[in-house]
């Protein structure tokens, strides 16, 4: 008896011990729902670099690319709110739920906001090989032709997809869409001349931008970035275009308030990092630090916002 419950005894302080291991005692996996090349995996990337040697625990990153983003939040929604299991979202995040039918998550019910980690805006990129040096260039181009400039996208109901989708509104222009997995599929093919034009962002494309190989025509921002002082608005031509692009990190809900405030505390550090923002800047990323209550406002915000262009401008995804 007495041997009964002395191992009763030690299989109760074993999981005690293990139940209070403090957070992170193993590798976490932040899951990038793009495939790589593309701007989410580059910031990814730079994250996991940082953050590893903060937590004390590699992070490694896992590339799970489809449905404009909803096969790996799908997969983060549905994981174990034990903070090893995180989520780079951006933007198609507060989309595809308004854009796809039956996805099985909701934007923010179904995750724990841990905090944003920059902004940009979208930029208008050409194959170098493409007549058009301005917006209205294309715009006229694609007048003249209509239905003939092709126009790539990292996947149906992204925000690369809805930004073409805006521009083809506020311009009266009828482009051909190329959707890809991914933005960084969909600048390869642009700087390889299979499509013409692309919107996307410049830590997407700012690699194949200083090559030569594309061209930028316009940034949808409210004034240019100092960055890219060469890279005329939108509205310096007339056209009211302006989207900005944001990232953050995710968790499941239910994640323990202790273990999201020291991962938020970790990521403030690293974008307040002098030596991390002058990595952003080359790729028009400006670091943000709001709390995770300020970016659970956002996700809500944009969820509405993005709900009422998708009816706006009738993109359907079957």
């Known amino acids: 008896m007495l041997a009964k419950w002395a191992a009763v005894l030690g299989l109760t302080l074993i999981t005690t011990s293990a139940a209070a291991q403090p957070w992170p005692s193993r590798p976490?996996?932040?899951?990038?729902?793009?495939?790589?090349?593309?701007?989410?995996?580059?910031?990814?990337r730079l994250l996991a670099e940082r953050l590893s040697k903060s937590l004390g625990q590699q992070i490694v990153i896992d590339n799970r690319a489809g449905a404009g983003s909803r096969i790996g939040t799908e997969i983060v929604a549905k994981a174990a709110p034990d903070g090893y299991t995180l989520l780079l979202a951006d933007m198609p995040h507060t989309i595809v739920p308004g854009i796809q039918k039956g996805v099985p998550y909701h934007p923010v019910r179904d995750f724990t906001p841990?905090?944003?980690?920059?902004?940009?805006?979208?930029?208008?990129?050409?194959?170098?090989?493409?007549?058009?040096?301005?917006?209205?260039?294309?715009?006229?181009?694609?007048?003249?032709?209509?239905?003939?400039?092709?126009?790539?996208?990292?996947?149906?109901?992204?925000?690369?997809?809805?930004?073409?989708?805006?521009?083809?509104?506020?311009?009266?222009?009828?482009?051909?869409?190329?959707?890809?997995?991914?933005?960084?599929?969909a600048v390869n093919d642009l700087y390889a001349g299979h499509v013409q034009s692309a919107f996307t962002t410049l830590a997407t494309a700012s690699t194949m931008l200083d090559g030569g190989g594309i061209r930028a025509l316009a940034i949808a921002s409210e004034t240019r970035l100092a960055s890219r002082p060469t890279i005329p608005t939108f509205k310096?031509?007339?056209?009211?275009?302006?989207?900005?692009?944001?990232?953050?990190?995710?968790?499941?809900a239910g994640v323990p308030a202790e273990i999201t405030a020291k991962l938020h505390?970790?990521?403030?550090?690293?974008?307040?990092?002098?030596?991390?923002?002058?990595?952003?800047?080359?790729?028009?990323?400006?670091?943000?630090?709001?709390?995770?209550?300020?970016?659970?406002?956002?996700?809500?915000?944009?969820?509405?916002?993005?709900?009422?262009?998708?009816?706006?401008?009738?993109?359907v995804v079957p």
């Open 114 to 185: 841990v905090g944003l980690i920059g902004t940009t805006s979208m930029v208008l990129f050409v194959n170098a090989g493409v007549s058009a040096k301005t917006a209205p260039d294309l715009v006229a181009l694609a007048k003249a032709k209509p239905d003939t400039v092709t126009i790539a996208s990292g996947g149906i109901g992204s925000t690369t997809h809805l930004t073409a989708e805006l521009f083809q509104a506020r311009t009266d222009t009828k482009l051909v869409h190329v959707p890809f997995r991914g933005a960084g599929p």
């Open 28 to 44: 976490i996996t932040l899951v990038v729902p793009y495939a790589a090349g593309g701007s989410s995996d580059v910031l990814g």
């Open 265 to 315: 505390r970790e990521l403030a550090a690293v974008l307040a990092a002098p030596d991390f923002a002058v990595k952003l800047e080359p790729l028009g990323v400006a670091p943000s630090t709001r709390s995770p209550a300020e970016f659970r406002a956002l996700l809500e915000s944009e969820t509405a916002r993005w709900a009422e262009i998708v009816r706006s401008v009738g993109v």
């Open 236 to 252: 310096e031509s007339g056209i009211d275009l302006v989207v900005e692009h944001w990232w953050g990190i995710l968790a499941p």
